[in-house]
């Protein structure tokens, strides 16, 4: 489930300029892996975040796989992504020898909240603030570009009429200036590229998965204060639902719960292989419950849940463990 997951791409992704590009904010590296995974270095390149999980059901915005996420969990950033997208512009040279001509912006003027952005050199600046319906590139075009110009001058200001570069983002919505690039294209013209950045925070309906695909999308966000938490007062960050669980026969998933909350116990990356074997590279489950025993926890992982409406205990323990949980490019 790798290639649909947000994260990091590559060393130099803040280099490049790609037409559209998912970064996760905060990507971690996740604290149970394979040797297979060591050999092909994905832990170097962080793809998903270590969440912790209560695998129960809530409400009935929990069903058909769609998992409740704890809003004091997205504040702090969890889930939390950038979009970078590509806005390119050419200054044409056209037949009669005449080209399109950035000018200096208007300071006065009805126009001129809408060049507010913009450099003396007619271009917006790295690190401002766009809206929509803002001018990025202040380009004029010539009327004649057929008739040859017989003038030493070129043609006059009244020739040229405005072919404004304008931002076409969401309403009611910002974004920001991340980079501006001038080169020559094969033709000799003049072209530029903008790269501009808006972050987004997860929504209802963005579309998040572990690494076994047990896939699903945001059904409600829920205040803390109204979230399930434990005896030692830990809140998870997502609910999901356990039925998904028994049709799929995600057994590593499960082992994967395990390992992790043993690694945040006893602070060590643990391994997930399939065959487990007392060599170095990989953990038996006997030896991870033995881990969560000796730190203070239930040997399968369970925890004694309080609801955060009612206040009351439930009579069998809940799985409150650590997953790696990835965000797809596919958001609302």
């Known amino acids: 489930m790798g290639k649909q997951a947000m994260g990091n791409i590559a060393y130099n992704q803040l280099n490049r300029m790609d037409g559209l ?140 009429k405005p072919s404004r570069q304008t931002y076409k983002g969401p309403e009611g919505e910002t974004a920001v200036i991340d980079r501006v690039a001038l080169y020559s294209d094969r033709n000799n013209n003049l072209s530029i590229k903008f790269m501009i950045r808006h972050t987004r925070r997860p929504e209802i309906g963005d579309k998040f998965s572990s690494r076994h695909g047990q896939k699903g999308v945001c059904g409600t966000i829920v205040q803390q204060e109204d979230f399930p938490f434990s005896e030692r007062g830990i809140c998870p960050d997502l609910i999901m639902n356990p039925h998904g669980f028994p049709s799929r026969m995600t057994v590593g998933k499960m082992i994967e719960l395990l390992g992790s909350k043993a690694g945040v116990s006893c602070g060590r990356f643990h391994y997930g292989s399939a065959f487990g074997e007392p060599s170095g590279h990989a953990d038996t489950v006997d030896a991870i419950s033995e881990t969560l025993v000796k730190h203070g926890f239930s040997y399968n992982g369970k925890d004694f849940i309080y609801s955060g409406i009612t206040d009351n205990l439930p009579k069998e323990g809940v799985e409150m463990e650590v997953c790696v949980l990835e965000k797809w490019n596919v958001i609302v």
């Open 21 to 160: 590009l998912y970064l996760l904010v905060y990507p971690q590296r996740p604290l149970l892996t394979t040797r297979t995974i060591e050999l092909v270095g994905y832990d170097k390149l962080g793809a998903g975040q270590n969440a912790t999980v209560a695998v129960m059901s809530y409400s009935g915005y929990d069903i058909e796989d769609a998992i409740v996420m704890n809003k004091s969990s997205l504040d702090r950033g969890f889930g939390r992504c950038i979009v970078m997208k590509k806005y390119a512009a050419i200054c044409q040279t056209y037949e009669n020898g005449t080209s399109d001509r950035i000018i200096k912006p208007q300071r006065q003027g009805y126009e001129a909240d809408r060049m507010q952005i913009l450099d003396d050199d007619g271009l917006a600046a790295p690190g401002e603030i766009i809206r929509p319906h803002d001018i990025y590139i202040n380009k004029e075009s010539p009327t004649v570009t057929r008739t040859p110009v017989t003038s030493p001058m070129g043609l006059p200001d009244s020739s040229y």
